[in-house]
């Protein structure tokens, strides 16, 4: 089945980095993605990954896929209290880039000043 | 360049009542998704319009409609609604070669 779980909640101080953590079951999945979310917003899409890639940086931003673990993370470099937010993992179904987005539960990051 | 507008922000219906929420996509996508997102909660896949025709369907009764229109905006209907639609609905459109759709604001359905 489909299903994305990721940890509820992570406190940092600012200018620490953050690591939060996501699982996915869906092995066919090609595209993986995260997207912030402040209060009373909508998503914003922070960055992706090709299933193929083990890594991708942008900027502050380092993505770690281990494909076999189904496991994915996100790494924020030089928290910033602008960083606190609710953090998505989500997987593309059946492997297209335009099909349905499968969400985790999101991941609330507090970076304390 | 605006991104993907919905309207309203903000509704409250009473149990029984419809609504339709309304979305225009990021200029240049053709492609509109909806999702539903319950308080504490990642945002659960409505359906996706292409073309004018509702291509993928998610767990949502048929009490849940939509529409896509030639130019490429999208209408999202709710029938008898239930306390339990009480969300944030969110529209997110994107084209073939983009990757990772962009998410509008939202609209707050409120159902008292």
């Known amino acids: 089945g489909e299903d994305v779980e990721q940890s509820l909640f992570l406190s940092v101080r600012e200018g620490d980095s953050s690591v939060i953590n996501c699982t996915y079951t869906d092995s066919s999945s090609t595209y993986l993605y995260w997207y912030k979310q402040e209060p009373g917003a909508g998503l914003q899409l922070l960055t992706y990954i090709f299933s193929n890639m083990d890594m991708k940086q942008d900027q502050r931003l380092t993505v770690l896929l281990n494909k076999k673990d189904k496991h994915l993370s996100l790494r924020i470099a030089d928290t910033q209290t602008g960083d606190s937010a609710i953090y998505f993992c989500?997987?593309?179904?059946?492997?297209?880039?335009?099909?349905?987005?499968?969400f985790g539960t999101g991941t609330l990051l507090a970076v304390q000043p | 360049d605006a991104g993907v507008t919905q309207s309203p922000t903000h509704l409250i219906k009473t149990r029984g009542q419809q609504v339709t929420l309304r979305c225009s996509p990021k200029s240049g996508h053709d492609t509109v998704s909806w999702y539903q997102q319950a308080l504490g909660q990642g945002p659960q896949f409505i359906f996706q319009?292409?073309?004018?025709?509702?291509?993928q369907r998610g767990n949502f009764p048929d009490r849940f409609s939509g529409h896509q229109f030639p130019n490429y905006s999208s209408e999202l209907n709710v029938n008898a609604l239930l306390l339990g639609d009480s969300a944030l609905y969110l529209c997110a459109s994107i084209r073939a070669g983009i990757y990772g759709y962009t998410f509008g604001s939202g609209t707050r359905l409120t159902v008292v």
């Open positions: 989500a997987e593309s179904d059946y492997g297209g880039a335009t099909n349905k987005l499968i």
């Open positions: 319009y292409y073309e004018e025709e509702e291509r």
